[in-house]
């Protein structure tokens, strides 16, 4: 199967930038999409933002804030998290739907990383 490793979750101010990186390696076969998902405590996980060859989608509450981007040839996403806010506190999870044959589509997360944002 596919494993995904988060990387770059950490402590910051209000209003300071983090960028959150996730490689993925094993049986993959054709990406259909990549993306980040977030969830705070007490809270259900959320999506935060997509990225697939033809279009990117972020939630609302990180439009403007925050960009998605993908290195293909090394089967890795990114997520550059700048002007964060205390409501940005929440561990991150990477997510990776692969298509393996036509019609049959996989979906796998990482064991997330954690960003906290507090003064």
């Known amino acids: 199967q596919v494993q995904l490793v988060e990387s770059g979750g950490a402590l910051v101010q209000p209003g300071g930038s983090l960028r959150l990186s996730c490689a993925a390696s094993g049986r993959i076969i054709n990406i259909k999409s990549m993306g980040w998902y977030r969830q705070a405590p007490g809270k259900q996980r959320e999506l935060v933002a997509t990225i697939s060859s033809s279009n990117t989608n972020y939630a609302d509450s990180v439009k403007g804030r925050f960009t998605i981007s993908a290195d293909k040839a090394k089967n890795t996403v990114y997520l550059q998290m700048n002007s964060l806010k205390p409501e940005d506190t929440a561990v991150y999870y990477c997510?990776?739907?692969?298509?393996?044959?036509?019609?049959?589509?996989?979906?796998?997360w990482g064991q997330g990383t954690q960003v906290t944002v507090s003064s």
């Open positions: 997510n990776v739907v692969d298509r393996k044959f036509p019609g049959v589509e996989y979906a796998y």
